[in-house]
């Protein structure tokens, strides 16, 4: 982040959208990595099917952006969990493949790698002008007092939680498969943490490169 970007005035915030038109959609937001997605209409790995789309929360303004791994993204990683675990496995049996005579090994293997398929296709993020919804827990974007990034396994997750004490914990990259809901996101993080005074850790600057309020110079 550049140094002129550490900080941020509450006057210089991108607007919010309005939650009827969502309107106007934010800036481009920084700590994007996934700059090499195709467009929405070519990304095979993305669940197009237009009857599994989320709903809004209950009483929140229409759904602007979601995503959700399509079925071929799901198997693809399931059949790489598979290999991954079967690999290890012959591994810890110092590269002796008699472990693969015994079938109740396999049935391990095999329920390893459909409990990666279901995480896949459980995921699911949508987002509207002031809200986001990771399955069927949800928060309001720009009245998070909480935003702490912390490692996971081998992903970034982010944890959220909004003055109705209503918690979402989701890996980051979930959130970054889309580019606008990504943008969506980050605006509610920035109003959060510059005009809120939500609550962060380090990563959270770090990795996201969100500023911190101006107030904090010196």
Same mark, same amino acid.
């Given at each position: 982040?550049?140094?002129?970007?550490?900080?941020?005035?509450?006057?210089?915030?991108?607007?919010?959208?309005?939650?009827?038109?969502? =309107?106007?959609?934010? !800036?481009?937001? !920084?700590?994007?990595?996934?700059?090499?997605?195709?467009?929405?209409?070519?990304?095979?790995?993305?669940?197009?099917?237009?009857?599994?789309?989320?709903? !809004?929360? =209950?009483?929140?303004?229409?759904?602007?952006? @979601?995503?959700?791994?399509?079925?071929?993204?799901?198997?693809?990683?399931?059949?790489?969990?598979?290999?991954?675990?079967?690999?290890?496995?012959?591994?810890?049996?110092?590269?002796?493949?008699? $472990?693969?005579?015994? $079938? @109740?090994?396999?049935?391990? /293997?095999?329920?390893?790698?459909?409990? +990666?398929?279901?995480?896949?296709?459980?995921?699911?993020?949508? /987002?509207?002008?002031? $809200?986001?919804? /990771?399955?069927?827990?949800? +928060?309001?974007?720009?009245?998070?007092?909480?935003?702490?990034?912390?490692?996971?396994?081998?992903?970034?997750?982010?944890?959220?939680?909004?003055?109705?004490?209503?918690?979402?914990?989701?890996?980051?990259?979930?959130?970054?498969?889309?580019?606008?809901? @990504?943008?969506?996101?980050?605006?509610?993080?920035?109003?959060?943490?510059?005009?809120?005074?939500? =609550?962060?850790?380090?990563?959270?600057?770090?990795?996201?490169? /969100?500023?911190?309020?101006?107030? @904090?110079?010196?």
């Amino acid at each position: 982040m550049n140094d002129d970007r550490l900080f941020l005035a509450t006057s210089e915030l991108p607007p919010k959208p309005d939650p009827v038109s969502g =309107e106007p959609r934010p !800036p481009r937001a !920084p700590g994007f990595h996934k700059e090499g997605k195709p467009p929405k209409e070519q990304d095979r790995d993305r669940d197009q099917t237009i009857r599994r789309m989320p709903t !809004p929360p =209950e009483g929140e303004g229409r759904m602007l952006e @979601w995503y959700r791994h399509s079925q071929r993204n799901a198997i693809t990683a399931g059949l790489g969990a598979f290999v991954i675990i079967a690999l290890g496995i012959t591994l810890l049996q110092g590269l002796d493949p008699s $472990w693969m005579s015994a $079938w @109740w090994m396999w049935l391990i /293997v095999a329920t390893g790698s459909l409990v +990666v398929y279901a995480s896949f296709r459980a995921v699911e993020c949508a /987002v509207g002008a002031e $809200w986001l919804k /990771v399955g069927k827990a949800w +928060v309001r974007l720009y009245e998070l007092t909480e935003i702490k990034a912390k490692h996971r396994s081998n992903a970034i997750h982010l944890d959220f939680k909004d003055s109705a004490g209503r918690v979402v914990m989701v890996k980051s990259d979930d959130l970054q498969e889309d580019r606008d809901v @990504w943008d969506l996101v980050y605006n509610g993080i920035l109003h959060s943490v510059i005009a809120g005074g939500a =609550e962060t850790n380090s990563m959270v600057h770090s990795a996201f490169q /969100v500023p911190r309020p101006e107030s @904090w110079k010196g």
